[in-house]
C-alpha cells in the first residue's frame, strides 16, 4: 500500500534560520511526488511535482529534491510569510486513478 | 494553471440533512477527485470523479453517503447525504491537467458544520 511520512510534525525557525521538511515514501512506481503549502482555512496550493531520483525544483525561498525513497522541502533564509502547513503526497503508477496519497503535512511557523 | 471554484464555502447544516457541493474548472481536466480534510488532519480521498460514468470510491467511502456527478470535462458535484455531526469536515475538490495528470490543483474548499 502505498504511503506517505512527514516530518517534523511542527518545526518552529528564527526568520533567516534555513531548515528542510523531510517526505519519506513507499510505493508500488512513482509517478510523482508533489508538494503543496496550505494556509489556514484555504485550500492546498500547488507548489511543485517531482518525478523521478535527482531531480530538483526551485521557486522563490524553496527547493524541493527527491531520491528513491524520500524528498526534502529545503527553505533558505525563510520569512514570516512561509509559515502555513507543507503537505506532500505521491501518485503511484498502480491502479486505475491518478489520485495522491497524502502525508500528515509539517506545519512551520517562522517567527520575526 | 486551473482554477478551481467551490459552492458553498461555508455552511451549517441540520443532522439528517443532505447538501450538495458544486466545482468548477475553468478548464478542461482528465481528471477531478473529491477529498475530506477532518480538523487538524490531512487529506483523505473520498472518490474520483469520472465523467459520464460512476465515481470511484476509496475504501470507507460508498456511494449512498457521497453520491458523485460529473457530467463534463469542468464541473462536478458531491453530495454528503444523511448528514451527522461526524461528517463535519472540509471537502475539497481537485482537477489534474495534462496526459497524466501531473498538475492537480485544489479549490478553497467547503466547510461543513453538522448540529
Known amino acids: 500500500e502505498d504511503q506517505v511520512t512527514q516530518s517534523p510534525e511542527a518545526l518552529r525557525l528564527q526568520e533567516g534560520e534555513s531548515s528542510s521538511l523531510n517526505c519519506s515514501y513507499t510505493v508500488s512506481g512513482l509517478r510523482g511526488l508533489f508538494w503543496y503549502r496550505q494556509d489556514p482555512g484555504k485550500g492546498p496550493e500547488f507548489l511543485f511535482t517531482?518525478?523521478?531520483a535527482g531531480e530538483e525544483k526551485e521557486k522563490e525561498r524553496l527547493k524541493a529534491t527527491l531520491t528513491k525513497k524520500e524528498s526534502f522541502l529545503h527553505i533558505t533564509a525563510p520569512k514570516p510569510e512561509d509559515s502555513a502547513t507543507y503537505l506532500c503526497?505521491?501518485?503511484?503508477?498502480?491502479?486505475?486513478?491518478?489520485?495522491?496519497?497524502f502525508g500528515t503535512g509539517t506545519l512551520l511557523a517562522v517567527q520575526p | 494553471s486551473a482554477v478551481i471554484s467551490q459552492k458553498p464555502s461555508r455552511d451549517i447544516c441540520q443532522r439528517g440533512t443532505s447538501l450538495t457541493i458544486q466545482c468548477q474548472v475553468d478548464?478542461?481536466?482528465?481528471?477531478m477527485f473529491w477529498y475530506r480534510q477532518q480538523p487538524g488532519q490531512s487529506l483523505t480521498l473520498i472518490a474520483t470523479a469520472n465523467q459520464g460514468s460512476e465515481a470511484t470510491y476509496e475504501s470507507g467511502f460508498v456511494i449512498d453517503k457521497f453520491p458523485i456527478s460529473r457530467p463534463n470535462l469542468t464541473f462536478s458535484t458531491l453530495t454528503v447525504s444523511n448528514m451527522s455531526p461526524e461528517d463535519s469536515s472540509i471537502y475539497l475538490c481537485?482537477?489534474?491537467?495534462?496526459?497524466?495528470?501531473?498538475?492537480?490543483?485544489f479549490g478553497e474548499g467547503s466547510w461543513l458544520t453538522v448540529v
Open positions: 481537485s482537477a489534474g491537467q495534462g496526459s497524466t495528470g501531473n498538475t492537480i490543483y
Open positions: 517531482l518525478y523521478s
Open positions: 478548464s478542461q481536466v482528465t481528471m
Open positions: 503526497a505521491v501518485q503511484g503508477l498502480g491502479g486505475a486513478t491518478n489520485k495522491l496519497i
